[in-house]
């Protein structure tokens, strides 16, 4: 199970921090992505980070977010720095698969949501 949270509003230029903590099951292998969807749109992937380390994420938020993890606490994290109110959505975050792709991933945390004010 995941649990997403962290989601809140934040004005333009302002940071969060969102948390995916697994229970039941560790990040041990496999991706865990963040992805986010806005109303009336599809979901898109945002980040990944593999279990190796490796992260990768999409051209719009290159250089603002940061997504990363703590292996001891079992929890995955994504710090969004100078937010923008195009970055407002619900986040979620995923485990069990691989890639850029929602459908590549097995596990979904329940979403948390973010509003950005201009």
């Known amino acids: 199970q995941l649990q997403a949270s962290g989601g809140g509003l934040a004005q333009a230029g302002g940071s969060l921090r969102l948390s995916c903590a697994a229970s039941?099951?560790?990040?041990?292998?496999?991706?865990v992505g963040w992805f986010r969807q806005a109303p009336g749109k599809e979901r898109e992937f945002v980040a990944r980070i593999s279990w190796s380390d490796t992260t990768y994420y999409r051209d719009s938020v290159k250089g603002r977010f940061t997504i990363s993890r703590d292996n001891a606490k079992n929890t995955v994290y994504l710090q969004m720095n100078s937010l923008k109110p195009e970055d407002t959505a619900v986040y979620y975050c995923?485990?069990?698969?691989?890639?850029?792709?929602?459908?590549?991933?097995?596990?979904w945390g329940q979403g948390t949501l973010v509003t950005v004010s201009s």
């Open positions: 995923a485990s069990g698969g691989y890639g850029v792709a929602s459908y590549g991933y097995d596990y």
């Open positions: 039941g099951r560790t990040f041990s292998s496999g991706d």
